[in-house]
């Protein structure tokens, strides 16, 4: 070994010092397993955080060797301790993403979070929220407990009302009993976290208590001042005012509505009226208790979206496959009949718009699938300032010169972890959501910078405290009202005529958030504009990804002949399987067709010559197209498989064979076998 060689490896050492030094100094623990599951990373939190003594980690520590330990000091719970090993041995194989949560027998919750790393292996991040979980038990009991005093305390409101009355019947007598009275209401009634007032018959307030003070800034020790129409607004109160009359007359009303408060923000008020009534029947006056229910609202505005994404992906995950499979037949059809010379002259105006939409097709059930979260994302590390700033190019010339579009991008260099593709179709969508809400004229603003949200900004975005990119798109067009606003991300809701749009736009933006660990906000009032904040998590800092913008031309990629090479194409769909028959026979193979998985595995054990097995991967009967290139692969002379799929990529877990999704184009699949091929 010479001394350049000795100064390399002393190089390299240093790094893997640094490096191993660097993740020791992080508090989450963090495992990196080959694909033989075997140790190849991790850092002193792993052992500290699991209770692994500092002997087990060393390189090449097998997976299995950690999961024993835990089975035999109980870590699992009573049982067999080979069978604890072997399920979680199993399941790790899978090498699928995971994000769970584990409490220890010491008490101690871990999020435990895995996600596979192509070409190395499997990355584990072991945090410990023992302390944010007892935070949000506290919290939580903390909120019944106030429930608790709240009604606790409308209770001896009530009582004391009672007595107050009874006093005031005595007040001659027992003076000073009434005042004692007085004082003990306005102690039970201002430590309540609502409002709590009552107002004769002719709408003059006589009591209030200190929160009207603390929300409207209205003095509470001269309640007869105080005027509803003044601190609510005269639009809010005229939305009340038909409930206020209601009580007046006898009936308990309770309603809801929206007020701005003192220090400039808006908060969501139930309020209930209860009418007190004399002897005869007359209405005396009413007793007024509010609360807030902002947050309420909004947890529930939360689960209705959620249920209404389950619903959108249950219904798209039943229809993708068989839809992508009608549209591989129309695309390939319509494909060859664009190449047949006596049919040249109908291209542009039948056949050509006609592909076009098939296409469209395609990508709609991809868009729905991605905002239902039924089909991961590929996600890379991206620049987010160099891939925005691309979008200039993309649009730029598309759009009309009277229109001006402005980036002032702040991010760099900001990273995050997700589909670029999907990123520019997000931007494309808001630009185009612009464009038509300016009506060509207006002015587009697309901007991005890093911002670090504390515990409350995250609370109201439904995301955890941390480091963002927010990229936010404004206009200055028409706006939208609190109404549209509330249904934007609704799928196939939109306000554009019949034939301008599928409502789709900002449904897929708002999947395409979620499903990269982010959201999305809107702003607007009508009149004036629009600005949609889309927030990404920053992920470590790695070099960027590039996107390739470049569309390549299919005349490009040649047919080159296979050899007459015998290929294998096994799907259940008639029509389909004529399509990607003509594909191959176009690209120089033989073809051997099979229907099923059965006849797919006959035909395998009795043909010694094939050098292709194309299958579908979701077919009727008990063996699916995975089994068949699970056996074509045991064979070793067959030198290419390749599974194509309609839908169900959460179903493919042989990730060494390239998945094909329908429907394609024969330079597609040429592209795929290529791959393979080099």
């Not at 990629?557 to 008639?574: G, K, R």
């Not at 003509?582 to 193979?589: D, P, V």
């Not at 030198?639 to 330079?667: C, N, W």
Request: a negative charge; glycine letters at 6%.
């Amino acid at each position: 070994m010479n001394r350049t060689d000795l100064r390399g490896d002393e190089a390299d050492a240093r790094r893997n010092d640094s490096l191993q030094a660097g993740l020791d100094l992080i508090d989450q623990g963090f495992t990196l397993i080959d694909e033989n599951l075997r140790l190849v990373a991790w850092n002193q939190a792993f052992l500290r955080l699991l209770g692994f003594p500092a002997e087990m980690g060393h390189v090449g520590a097998p997976f299995e060797s950690f999961m024993r330990y835990n089975a035999e000091r109980g870590e699992y719970g009573d049982g067999d301790t080979e069978v604890y090993v072997r399920e979680r041995v199993e399941a790790a194989k899978a090498f699928k993403t995971h994000d769970i949560e584990r409490t220890r027998p010491n008490g101690t919750v871990l999020h435990i979070r895995g996600v596979p790393v192509p070409g190395h292996g499997f990355v584990t991040l072991y945090s410990d929220i023992t302390q944010q979980r007892q935070s949000e038990n506290l919290i939580r009991e903390h909120n019944a407990l106030l429930e608790s005093r709240v009604a606790e305390r409308t209770r001896e409101l009530m009582s004391t009302n009672d007595q107050l009355r009874e006093a005031l019947r005595l007040k001659r007598q027992f003076g000073e009993s009434l005042e004692r009275s007085e004082a003990q209401m306005r102690l039970i009634t201002d430590s309540i976290p609502a409002l709590v007032a009552y107002f004769d018959s002719t709408l003059v307030y006589r009591y209030i208590n200190r929160g009207y003070q603390d929300w409207f800034g209205v003095d509470p020790n001269h309640p007869e001042q105080v005027s509803a129409r003044a601190f609510l607004g005269i639009d809010t109160y005229t939305r009340i005012k038909p409930f206020i009359k209601q009580a007046l007359c006898g009936e308990q009303v309770t309603f809801e509505y929206e007020a701005a408060t003192q220090d400039g923000g808006k908060k969501l008020l139930r309020t209930s009226l209860i009418p007190e009534l004399k002897e005869t029947g007359q209405v005396m006056g009413c007793f007024e208790l509010t609360f807030d229910i902002t947050q309420e609202r909004k947890s529930h505005e939360m689960l209705v979206q959620a249920q209404k994404m389950e619903a959108l992906g249950q219904l798209t995950s039943g229809l993708s496959h068989d839809f992508n499979n009608i549209l591989t037949v129309v695309l390939g059809n319509l494909t060859a009949l664009a190449n047949q010379h006596d049919v040249k002259h109908h291209l542009d105006e039948f056949i050509s718009p006609a592909i076009e939409a098939a296409r469209r097709g395609s990508e709609l059930i991809k868009g729905l699938l991605a905002f239902s979260r039924q089909q991961p994302i590929q996600s890379s590390e991206v620049d987010i300032d160099a891939c925005v700033q691309r979008m200039d190019k993309l649009v730029r010339h598309t759009l009309p010169a009277t229109l001006k579009l402005t980036f002032e991008l702040l991010a760099s260099p900001a990273r995050c972890a997700l589909d670029p593709h999907q990123l520019q179709n997000a931007l494309l969508n808001l630009i185009l959501n612009a464009k038509d809400a300016t009506e060509s004229r207006g002015h587009i603003l697309i901007r991005s910078e890093i911002q670090h949200l504390d515990f409350l900004q995250a609370q109201r975005l439904n995301l955890q405290p941390g480091a963002f990119t927010c990229i936010a798109v404004s206009d200055d067009g028409c706006g939208m009202d609190a109404l549209t606003q509330s249904r934007v991300f609704e799928p196939f809701f939109t306000t554009k005529r019949v034939g301008q749009g599928s409502g789709l736009g900002m449904a897929m933006v708002y999947g395409f958030a979620r499903q990269s660990g982010g959201n999305v906000e809107v702003a607007s009032e009508p009149g004036i504009g629009t600005t949609v904040r889309i927030w990404l998590p920053l992920s470590p800092s790695t070099a960027p990804v590039e996107l390739n913008t470049e569309t390549a031309d299919p005349a490009e990629h040649a047919t080159e002949a296979a050899s007459q090479a015998l290929a294998l194409l096994v799907e259940d769909d008639v029509s389909v399987r004529k399509v990607v028959r003509r594909h191959l026979l176009e690209l120089g193979y033989a073809v051997i067709e099979a229907e099923n998985g059965q006849e797919a595995l006959d035909i395998l054990s009795k043909t010694c010559d094939l050098k292709l097995v194309l299958s579908d991967l979701v077919m009727p009967g008990d063996i699916d197209g995975q089994q068949v290139i699970c056996r074509a692969k045991e064979l070793k002379h067959i030198a290419q498989v390749v599974l194509m799929s309609g839908y169900t990529p959460s179903a493919h877990r042989l990730k060494d064979v390239p998945l094909i999704q329908k429907p394609f184009t024969k330079e597609q699949l040429h592209e795929v076998l290529q791959s393979i091929r080099h």
